[in-house]
């Protein structure tokens, strides 16, 4: 039957809330679905340029976004220390930056504690978190139990929206737009505010909310959604299957 994401010969179109760069990317993979992307990042990310991680003794890094793998690209030339990522987009942007070895947990912080525990030993020296200001998840603590030392690097910021862009907020109100998509709870909330801001919590009863996990789908919930969509597993490729499966006919 039909479903709720198809309006008349219309294509799906989802609004998309990563940073412009993640955001790009991720609209050229929708484009393959045939689903149509309306750009709307809910943060902006900015390097910390007088930020020089230190990186005496360390042994690897820990990666929990691609932000933090392209501020430490952009702040370091180092490229020889493994990169142990939180999910398969980190990873994909380590090796674009040019790291040799690349390991991905292909899931969250947890998944990521886990691989770190089986792959490392504690006495092979530090572990560096190359981070935001904000951070999801205490992978310090996690692994502190282990016996490991993990040093975070905040290396960058990630500043949310003052407002929804007009042709967002015109999107919803005409019905142009069909869904979401959310990578974080953090810009989850930070949507919620900006449509009780905009008065558009109408408008949302019409569309469905993608979200990578259950502790997204948490905030997004703050709103009342036609529906609310999470990935059977919390990467990429588990969200774009779940918006393939909501935009078929």
């Not at 007088?50 to 990666?63: H, R, V």
């Not at 020296?125 to 975070?152: C, E, N, P, T, W």
């Not at 905040?154 to 069909?178: K, N």
Request: aromatic share 4%; with cysteine.
């Amino acid at each position: 039957g039909s479903s709720i994401l198809r309006r008349e010969a219309d294509a799906v179109r989802l609004i998309l809330t990563r940073p412009s760069e993640d955001s790009r990317a991720l609209a050229a993979e929708l484009e393959s679905l045939g689903v149509e992307s309306l750009i709307e990042p809910l943060l902006t990310v900015t390097f910390n340029e007088g930020s020089k991680p230190d990186l005496s003794g360390a042994q690897a890094l820990l990666a929990t976004s691609a932000n933090g793998v392209r501020a430490f690209a952009h702040l370091s030339r180092r490229r020889d220390l493994p990169v142990y990522a939180v999910g398969d987009a980190t990873a994909r942007a380590a090796a674009d930056a040019g790291f040799e070895i690349v390991a991905s947990a292909t899931g969250d912080v947890q998944a990521l504690a886990a691989l770190v525990r089986d792959r490392l030993n504690p006495a092979a020296g530090a572990l560096i978190h190359i981070a935001g200001s904000k951070v999801a998840g205490d992978l310090a603590g996690m692994l502190a139990d282990a016996g490991f030392q993990v040093r975070r690097a905040v290396l960058y910021d990630a500043r949310p929206a003052r407002a929804l862009s007009a042709a967002a907020a015109a999107a919803m109100r005409d019905g142009t737009v069909d869904g979401v998509l959310f990578y974080s709870p953090r810009t989850a909330a930070a949507f919620v505010d900006l449509v009780r801001a905009a008065s558009l919590e109408t408008a949302i009863g019409a569309l469905s909310a993608f979200c990578l996990s259950s502790a997204v789908g948490r905030e997004a919930e703050a709103l009342r959604w036609a529906r609310v969509v999470i990935a059977e597993r919390p990467d990429q490729a588990a969200l774009l299957a779940a918006v393939a499966s909501q935009a078929k006919v």
